[in-house]
DNA sequence: ATGGTTGAACCTCAA
């Protein structure tokens, strides 16, 4: 069977509920990682969600960050939070195992310190940050499993990826240590979906709000679907799902998807 | 264009 996996930052779990049921309802993804839920446990539309037939793996905080995994197939494994610092109270990456009939996947969901400026403290946050997780994709390739690290990376990977690649080096989300650092996971041997099958096109999945970043077409491609080998092998299709950002009241951000045959 | 918009919560911060 194809298994269906997308990422989106939804920027407000309860303020985009209507367009995720929607999506859900249109696109049936049979797993979704969601980051930027500014939402804990107690205020989670779980009834909206499930009740289409999603089971809901939550690691939520008030106001900022949050991360949830949706999915169709039964969750087990749970985990909140990325290894390499306890004392990082940020609710930024939750990971678990869906178990389908004669096959198993890991999935993660990321969402990626943005840095504010890179003379900011953000910004090294950012950085250990990213140097966290390529010390935990390396431990997780050993498992020789089908992996996808969904999310919003906040690092738009090659001059493809953005809109200006001349006025915005240097700048949050294209400078070169931030580059260095999400080519440092990369080369581990984990594969972008979306760039595996469209090596040369350039597509968005992020506009910023200020000065109508959409209409005017000034986006970066931020979010990403990595894949172990054993994933990579698998892969179908890979869209970003650019309708979702053209609705009234959008996230900045559109989802990523993608198709594995298992 | 050193501006601009959005969301959550607070009277501003983060993105």
């Not at 804990?40 to 949830?68: C, D, H, R, W």
């Amino acid at each position: 069977m194809t298994v269906k996996i997308a990422t989106w930052n939804v920027n407000s779990i309860r303020l985009r509920i209507a367009h995720l049921t929607d999506w859900l309802r249109n696109s049936a993804p049979d797993i979704v990682l969601l980051q930027e839920l500014k939402a804990t446990s107690e205020v989670f539309p779980y009834m909206e969600i499930e009740e289409l037939g999603y089971n809901v793996a939550l690691f939520g905080q008030k106001s900022y960050n949050g991360v949830a995994i949706l999915s169709k197939l039964p969750l087990s494994d749970i985990k909140n939070g990325l290894p390499g610092d306890d004392g990082d109270a940020e609710a930024r990456y939750i990971e678990a195992i869906a178990s389908g009939k004669g096959f198993a996947l890991r999935v993660a969901s990321i969402y990626v310190p943005n840095g504010q400026s890179p003379d900011s403290d953000k910004f090294q946050y950012k950085l250990r940050f990213l140097e966290r997780l390529r010390a935990h994709v390396e431990s997780l390739l050993r498992f020789e499993e089908v992996l996808v690290i969904g999310g919003d990376y906040n690092v738009a990977p090659d001059p493809i990826d953005v809109y200006d690649p001349q006025g915005l080096d240097g700048t949050t989300c294209f400078h070169p240590l931030e580059r260095a650092a999400l080519r440092a996971i990369t080369h581990l041997g984990v594969y972008d979906a979306f760039r595996i099958l469209h090596p040369e096109k350039q597509v968005f999945s992020w506009w910023d709000y200020r000065g109508n970043g959409f209409d005017a077409g000034k986006g970066m491609r931020i979010d990403h679907l990595l894949l172990s080998p054993q994933a990579a092998d698998r892969l179908e299709s890979c869209e970003i799902v650019h309708s979702l950002r053209e609705l009234e009241k959008p996230s900045d951000h559109a989802p990523v998807m993608c198709g594995l045959a298992l």
